[in-house]
C-alpha cells in the first residue's frame, strides 16, 4: 500500500505545474549569456597556458594576452559569476561557489582533452587565434559572443520559455 502511494505522487507530479526549483531548472538569455562568458573565459586560459610561446603582440606572449584581456575585462567575467552565483542559490545549490568552480573547471577540462588528443602545434594553430581575437574585441562584442549559443557549445540548460 505504501510503495503504491508513492508511485501516485510520483505520477501526480508529472502533471502538477512547474513551480519552485522545477520553474528555475532552465536559463534566462542572461544566465545563458553568463555560462557562455564563463565557458569563453575558461578556454581561453587553457589557450593561453598551453601556447603561450607563441603569438607576440605587443611584446606579450599568448598568455599575457590572457592576462591582459581578463584585466581589461574582470568587471564583465565578475558580473557573469554574480549572475551563474545567483542562478546556483535559487537552484537550491548547498555551495553556490563550488559549483561554479565545477562549472569553471569542467569548461577547462572539456579544452584540455583536446590538447590531450592533439599535437601542441596543432592545438594551438588551431586555437591559439582565439586569444588575438578576443584582445581585439570591445564589450559589446564579447557579449555578442558570450550570448550566441552554437550546436558546438551549447548551455548546459535549457532556455526558459524555449
Known sequence: MRL??????LFAGLFLPASGA???ACYSKVEAEAEQGIRIH???MVIGLN????????????????RQFTADYGDLFA???????DYFKRQGVAN???RLNDLRTGFANKI???VA?????VFCSRYAPRISKAAEMDRNDIRRWAATIHPSHPVSKPLCGG
Open 42 to 44: 575558461s578556454e581561453l
Open 112 to 114: 584540455s582533452n583536446d
Open 4 to 9: 503504491s502511494f508513492v508511485f501516485m505522487v
Open 22 to 24: 522545477f520553474a528555475q
Open 79 to 85: 558580473a557573469y559569476e554574480r549572475i551563474m552565483l
Open 96 to 98: 553556490p561557489e563550488a
Open 117 to 121: 588528443v592533439m599535437r601542441p602545434d
Open 51 to 66: 601556447c603561450q610561446h607563441m603569438g607576440e603582440r605587443k611584446g606579450m606572449n599568448l598568455y599575457s594576452q590572457y
